[in-house]
């Protein structure tokens, strides 16, 4: 959806709600110039909304340039000693603050800053975290919009040289028109010069000569047709490797720059000559290969699972990330550095991990599992705190209540539980119409949601179980449910 945003648009979008989970008075999002050596601050939001100005790098936007790391103030003091103004609009002062930076690849494409005018010491390193991933987040919003453009311009390009190469085969067959007019004038003649041979009853020498040089004729005409032919071929398949090569050389000169726009370019130029005769040039499949490797992930867990993984969390805080899989193996990873904390549960393939749920708190971690049970685990010392029964066969969800005091896991044994979160007693059993295969808490904890095999998503009351209200207009099975903030599935319960 990124991609086809206006850019002003996730500019508005990221800054409004910055300023709404942080609670800060000052929000700004700062874009540079590096050959101008100026910014442009298309979100500014000082106790009311700024126009959009150009002007030249600050300190603060040097150092984030030099330094490509987030910057933090607890003081107005802080915040001057840094460069910034004592006095702002208003005559107010910034009392406490942060700025990260937007990176696109290594390069630092701008910032984005929040303050507060009224407390010292308001914000902590958790969040300077959280506005650095949001910040992530609309540079990756950013890139994809503009990739989406730059994809798009390509497309036109493509369509262009196809023109070019459609104009140059109509050239060509016209050119294997006129030799296959050759080939019949000269059969004519062939045939001419035989009928004159008998008619004028020459020996029997000279119409075996005639009859030879008429065979020689059509011998070159068809001749001359097939090398047209094959000129036209030879033609169009240079040219598409010339257009394959130029289109490698373009993606490897990005690969520093925008990886993604090298797997773009790799991309077509692969295409470019395999959709026509399955081959594949050696620098379009080199290209490709160097494109992927530089492409920028910004994280990649691995090493701790031996088969595909089926689910993965993050943690409330957002510090961590916990991941299941086919493996029988339930992990906890450090969000920030991807490095492997704790191993919860090593079970082995014959039960894989289904579904996992932090707690509200995040000091709990429930795993789904292929054996039927739902095991609960301390993820401070990865030990294990209870194990839910009751399920007959496997279980393929599992949540917390928004309060933490409830578990509620759906099974392929057509059923729902709900346990006591910190006893392990089993609350109440409800039968759904098929198999299940999710289950979600409300915001408000009073409801949850189940989806089943049949098509059907069931909203039921948390205090006994009751159906509340079923929603059935799908026509395959719903594989992913979720209440939106503050309000309910369906229609509004409140």
């Known amino acids: 959806m990124a991609s086809k945003l206006e850019v002003q648009a996730i500019y508005d979008l990221v800054g409004d709600k910055i300023r709404e989970i942080f609670n800060a008075q000052g929000t700004v999002i700062v874009i540079f110039d590096h050959e101008t050596e100026t910014q442009e601050t298309p979100y500014c939001f000082l106790e009311e909304r700024f126009p959009n100005e150009s002007r030249p790098f600050s300190v603060v936007d040097k150092r984030i340039i030099d330094t490509a790391q987030p910057m933090e103030f607890g003081t107005n003091e802080e915040y001057v000693s840094l460069g910034g103004s004592k006095v702002v609009t208003g005559g107010k002062k910034h009392q406490s603050g942060m700025w990260v930076p937007l990176m696109i690849g290594k390069t630092v494409k701008g910032m984005v800053g929040i303050s507060n005018l009224h407390k010292e010491h308001a ?5 300077v975290r959280l506005l650095q991933t949001l910040a992530n987040s609309m540079s990756v919003a950013l890139e994809n919009a503009r990739l989406f453009d730059e994809t798009d311009r390509l497309l036109k390009e493509t369509q262009q040289r196809a023109e070019e ?34 008619q004028s009853n020459k020996n029997a020498v000279t119409a075996q000569d005639n009859a030879a040089t008429a065979q020689v004729a059509k011998d070159n005409a068809i001749n001359a047709q097939a090398t047209a032919e094959a000129e036209r071929l030879r033609a169009e398949n240079e040219k598409r490797i010339a257009t394959s090569r130029e289109l490698a050389a373009a993606a490897l000169s990005n690969l520093d720059v925008d990886p993604e726009r090298s797997i773009l370019l790799a991309l077509r130029a692969v295409a470019t000559t395999y959709d026509v005769d399955k081959t594949v040039q050696p620098q379009a499949e080199d290209a490709l290969h160097r494109a992927v490797i530089s492409s920028r992930a910004l994280l990649t867990l691995s090493g701790g699972h031996t088969l595909s993984l089926v689910a993965a969390e993050y943690s409330p805080d957002g510090t ?165 903030p503050g309000r309910s599935v369906g229609r509004d319960f409140r």
Not at 123 to 127: I, L, M, P, Q, V
Request: glycine share 10%; aromatic share 8%; charged share 20%.
């Open 123 to 127: 914000y902590n390193d958790s969040d």
């Open 165 to 198: 190469q459609a104009r140059t085969s109509k050239q060509l067959r016209k050119r294997s028109l006129y030799l296959a007019g050759a080939f019949v004038i000269a059969l004519i003649m062939a045939l001419t010069a035989l009928f004159f041979s008998v």
């Open 320 to 484: 961590r990330i916990a991941t299941g899989g086919q493996d029988g193996i339930a992990k906890i990873w450090d969000a920030a550095t991807g490095k492997e904390l704790l191993t919860l549960q090593d079970t082995g393939p014959g039960n894989a991990v289904n579904g996992l749920a932090y707690s509200p708190d995040g000091t709990r971690v429930a795993t789904a599992n292929d054996d039927g049970t739902v095991k609960v685990w301390d993820t401070a010392t990865g030990r294990e705190v209870m194990t839910l029964t009751g399920h007959s066969n496997f279980v393929i969800s599992v949540a917390f209540s928004p309060d933490g005091t409830r578990v509620a896991a759906s099974s392929g044994d057509g059923t729902v539980i709900m346990w006591d979160a910190m006893t392990g007693k089993e609350l109440f059993t409800v039968p759904v119409s098929d198999d299940g295969s999710g289950v979600v808490f409300s915001p408000d904890g009073k409801r949850f949601a189940v989806s089943s095999d049949d098509n059907v998503v069931a909203i039921r009351d948390v205090a006994a179980g009751n159906e509340l209200v079923k929603l059935s207009r799908h026509t395959e099975v719903a594989t992913a449910i979720n209440f939106s």
